[in-house]
C-alpha cells in the first residue's frame, strides 16, 4: 500500500472501529475521522482523501445524503465511497448504490475484507482519475453517462460546451441522449452556425456509456462512424462482407483466412465502432453503404 493513500472514516461511533482505523494505519493508510455527514463534507474542504468509509446511519446528515453531496461535487465526484452498514437486506443495498457508491461492508466490520476492498477501489479509482487527467490534457469532450441518463462524469471541455448549448437543469436535457440515436446533434443558440455533436462510443461501466463530444460548423457533413473508426484495409473488407450477410466461414473463404482470423478481426471491429453484436456492426455498415458492393481485391 501506498503510505500517501489517505482514507476518511465517518462514523457516529468511531470509538467502536478503533481495531480498523488502527489496522488501517498499520498497513500504511492515513486516517481522518469524522463523526458525522457534515463533518466528513467540511473536512472534504480541506483535504480530498483516496477514499471514503462512511456510516450509512447516522443521526443529523445521512450516509446516504452524504454520498449524495460529495458526487454533486465535481471536484469530488471521483472518490470512491464504501458504506458500513448493519442494514444489509437489499433496500438499503440499492439505496448506498443509488446514492452513488461502489460498495459496502456489513457492520461490525471485518478488517481484513474492508483492506481488500481499499485497495481494489483505490487502485481503480486512481486509474479511472490518470485516464480522464489524459482526457482534460488533450482537451476532449468527453461523457459518461448512467442508466438512468445522468452525467456521472464530463470532461472539462465537454463542461464548457454543455453549458454553452444547454441551459436546462443540469445542462444536458436527458430527451437529447434518450433519442436513441448513434449521433445527436444542437444548434448553437447564439445562431452563430456552430453545431454540437454526440456521438456514443459504447459502454465502460456497469450501465454506462461514454459520448464523445465535439464541434462543426453547420452545413459540414459530420464523418462518418466508420471514418473515425480506423479501421484497418482488412477489417474493413471483412465488415464489408459480413454486411452483405456472409457468415465467418463465407469470408474466409472469400478472403483466403481461417474462420478464427476472421472472428478476431471481427473483435476489433466491435471494439473501434464501439458496437457489441456481429448485427449492430453490420447494421451501421449498411447504413454507411459498406456492403452495397464488393469490396476491392476480394475473390
Not at 446511519?57 to 465526484?77: H, N
Not at 439505496?95 to 478488517?111: M, S
Not at 452556425?193 to 465535439?214: D, H, I, N
Not at 484495409?233 to 466461414?249: C, D, H, I, Q
Amino acid at each position: 500500500m501506498v503510505s500517501e493513500t489517505v482514507v476518511l472514516v465517518v462514523d457516529d461511533a468511531p470509538q467502536s472501529l478503533g481495531l480498523l482505523c488502527h489496522t488501517l494505519q498499520e498497513h500504511g493508510y492515513t486516517v481522518l475521522v469524522a463523526r458525522d455527514g457534515q463533518s466528513a463534507l467540511d473536512r472534504l474542504d480541506l483535504a480530498t482523501p483516496d477514499v471514503v468509509l462512511l456510516d450509512a446511519m447516522m443521526p443529523g446528515l445521512s450516509g446516504f445524503e452524504t454520498c449524495r453531496r460529495i458526487k454533486q461535487d465535481a471536484a469530488l465526484q471521483h472518490i470512491p465511497v464504501i458504506f458500513m452498514t448493519g442494514l444489509s437486506d437489499t433496500q438499503h443495498v440499492v439505496e448506498g448504490f443509488d446514492a452513488g457508491g461502489v460498495d459496502y461492508v456489513v457492520k461490525p466490520v471485518r478488517a481484513q475484507e474492508v483492506l481488500a476492498r481499499l485497495a481494489t477501489h483505490v487502485r481503480n479509482a486512481r486509474a479511472v482519475r490518470l485516464a480522464r487527467e489524459a482526457v482534460d490534457v488533450g482537451g476532449h469532450g468527453v461523457l459518461v453517462v448512467d442508466a438512468r441518463q445522468r452525467v456521472a462524469w464530463r470532461s472539462p471541455q465537454a463542461q464548457r460546451w454543455l453549458a454553452e448549448f444547454f441551459t436546462e437543469g443540469d445542462g444536458l436535457p436527458s430527451a437529447w441522449l434518450e433519442s436513441g440515436s448513434e449521433t445527436l446533434e444542437r444548434a448553437s443558440p447564439a445562431n452563430d452556425g456552430r453545431v454540437l455533436v454526440a456521438r456514443r462510443l459504447g459502454p465502460v461501466g456497469l450501465g454506462e456509456v461514454m459520448w464523445l463530444v465535439s464541434m462543426r460548423a453547420a452545413g459540414v457533413a459530420a464523418p462518418s462512424r466508420l471514418g473515425t473508426a480506423s479501421l484497418t484495409p482488412r477489417e474493413t473488407e471483412v465488415l464489408s462482407w459480413v454486411a452483405k450477410g456472409k457468415t465467418n466461414r463465407d469470408v474466409g473463404e472469400i478472403l483466403g483466412m481461417s474462420p478464427r482470423t476472421v472472428n478476431k478481426h471481427l473483435e476489433h471491429v466491435f471494439e473501434k465502432l464501439g458496437v457489441e453484436t456481429r448485427a449492430a456492426a453490420a447494421a451501421l455498415a449498411s447504413r454507411e453503404g459498406l456492403g452495397s458492393e464488393a469490396p476491392a481485391g476480394s475473390r
